[in-house]
């Protein structure tokens, strides 16, 4: 089994100059995105001109599939999940109303395996699973997976941020966001707890992202 890692990320911003919010999804280059899913925004925080201000995030490696609750646009809820590790399958089934993924088994190496066999279509997730919670965070949407058929995915945690207003936390993405991508780090590759300086440059309006 694949070890869990907790990855604390702190960003944090003094006297920015301008209000600006930041928003933190996993929309890395994945092959199928935005055709077979689609990322979900997880964080938001808007940061005033002056002062101080400080936003924090926490994701643990812990992968798990989940039947969504998509509702214009955001994902508002989970009905049920499993845990799930890479080479894994698992199968969503329904019986009066109540549905249920079946214990993972061996799959497709170095993937991450979802069939649908409720009998409906349903939109289902991938996410991941933070201490203490009982339902994951969504990191990409598969929407109307058809009774029958499967969802696949290559996870690799590469998170990014940009500067935007548009969004709101948990909302499906249907397109590349327009804005420049102003960070981005594969979690994997970070320490357990690190914190990021979030700058701006008055004469450009450019912004930026350095480990502090």
């Known amino acids: ?118 009998g409906l279509t349903q939109d289902m997730a991938i996410g991941f699973l933070n201490r203490g919670e009982l339902m994951p965070v969504p990191a990409l949407c598969f929407k109307d997976v058809g009774d029958g058929s499967n969802v696949t995915a290559e996870f690799t945690p590469v998170l990014r941020a940009y500067i935007t207003s548009d969004y709101q936390e948990t909302a499906v993405l249907q397109g590349a966001i327009e804005t420049p991508v102003i960070w981005e780090q594969n979690l994997g590759a970070l320490a357990e707890n690190t914190t990021w300086n979030l700058k701006r440059d008055p004469s450009t309006g450019h912004y930026k992202i350095t480990q502090a």
Not at 1 to 17: E, I, P, S
Not at 34 to 54: A, D
Not at 62 to 85: E, M, P, R, W
Request: with cysteine; net charge positive; hydrophobic share 35%.
């Open 1 to 118: 089994m694949a070890h869990a890692f907790v990855r604390n990320m702190t960003f944090q911003t003094k006297d920015l100059g301008k209000e600006s919010t930041l928003l933190l999804t996993f929309d890395g280059k994945m092959e199928g995105l935005y055709e077979k899913f689609y990322p979900v925004v997880w964080k938001i925080s808007t940061f005033g001109k002056t002062g101080p201000y400080r936003m924090q995030a926490t994701y643990t490696h812990q992968l798990a599939f989940s039947k969504a609750q998509v509702v214009n646009g955001n994902i508002v809820d989970a009905a049920t999940c499993v845990q799930i590790q890479p080479s894994e399958k698992t199968t969503l089934t329904e019986d009066n109303n109540v549905f249920q993924f079946s214990n993972p088994q061996k799959g497709v190496d170095g993937y991450l395996q979802a069939w649908n066999k409720t």
